[in-house]
């Protein structure tokens, strides 16, 4: 499955923004999907995952009851909705698919990753 990520930008400390991830080339119903994101010098880590075929959300503690991960099956695109941002979550974002949500939440070796989308939340 190819993954373009799109939304991101530059937003106040405060604000809020909406990722996108749109899917192609494999039945989008057919895996977990997810968001990691790595901040400069930073080593990658998770920010949440869903499994399009049920279940709840999952999320990293940083960005629990701030971030909103859902997904529309009908257009193959999974989003983050991000409010309350803060300079901490200036990261370059990166979506990332994988059958198995355990493998999307630990990043390693999701089998897709898609180009990551920089989102710069300014103080």
């Known amino acids: 499955v190819q993954l373009q990520a799109s939304g991101g930008g530059l937003v106040q400390d405060g604000g809020s923004m909406r990722l996108s991830c749109a899917a192609s080339?494999?039945?989008?119903?057919?895996?977990?999907m997810g968001w990691h994101r790595q901040a400069q010098g930073k080593e990658r880590e998770f920010v949440a995952a869903?499994?399009?075929?049920?279940?709840?959300?999952r999320y990293a503690d940083a960005v629990k009851d701030r971030f909103t991960i859902s997904a529309d099956n009908a257009k193959s695109t999974v989003y983050l909705q991000m409010n309350d941002l803060e300079p901490e979550d200036t990261a370059v974002y990166y979506c990332?698919?994988?059958?198995?949500?355990?493998?999307?939440?630990?990043?390693?070796?999701?089998?897709?990753w898609g180009p990551g989308t920089q989102v710069t939340v300014s103080s």
């Open positions: 869903i499994d399009t075929r049920g279940g709840s959300p």
């Open positions: 080339g494999r039945t989008f119903n057919n895996y977990a």
């Open positions: 990332a698919a994988d059958p198995y949500l355990s493998v999307v939440i630990t990043g390693a070796g999701p089998s897709n």
